[in-house]
């Protein structure tokens, strides 16, 4: 049961989708304790598998997806926020254990789930009487897209 390890980032991933989708901030306290908690993880693990190499992957591919992440939300400005990109940050820390096959996923999938996620969510915006009428909160399709592709390299 060694892929329990991701359940920090998963966890912490919830409750900033939860957030996100209420008041479309993610916040900042719960991505750095989660963060730190998923790196802790990491290195139990590393350490008890007799294999630092994976905490050095896992943060090495977590701010490589979180720069790209930051390029994307750069290139278009308005669609995807910092928030977006420091949830990238703290699936990354999860998934970036699994290596590179997961990462490949993991984006393959948060591509796919994000676009039905864009299309439902403008189609049946529950919120479309409020100030945040049109915006999509994209840290649920970071998040389920993380724990899909970790589920699949588990078990594969």
């Known amino acids: 049961m060694w892929y329990m390890i991701c359940l920090p980032s998963l ?37 008890s598998a007799n294999s630092l190499f994976l905490v050095l992957q896992s943060l090495l591919f977590a701010f490589l997806a979180a720069a ?4 994307l939300a750069l290139a278009k400005p308005g669609n995807l926020g910092f928030g977006d990109v420091t949830a990238t940050l703290l699936v990354g820390l999860a998934v970036g254990m699994f290596g590179l096959r997961a990462m490949v996923g993991w984006w393959i999938a948060m591509s796919l789930i994000g676009f039905v996620w864009i299309k439902a969510w403008l189609r049946f915006d529950p919120q479309r009487d409020t100030r945040f009428a049109g915006r999509t909160p994209f840290a649920p399709a970071i998040v389920a897209a993380g724990a899909i592709s970790v589920v699949i390299c588990a078990f594969c």
Not at 68 to 71: E, I, T, V
């Open 68 to 71: 790209l992440q930051c390029g």
């Open 11 to 47: 966890l912490c991933g919830l409750l900033v989708s939860a957030e996100d989708v209420r008041s479309r901030r993610v916040p900042r306290v719960w991505i750095g304790v989660g963060c730190l908690l998923q790196i802790l993880a990491n290195l139990i693990y590393a350490l």
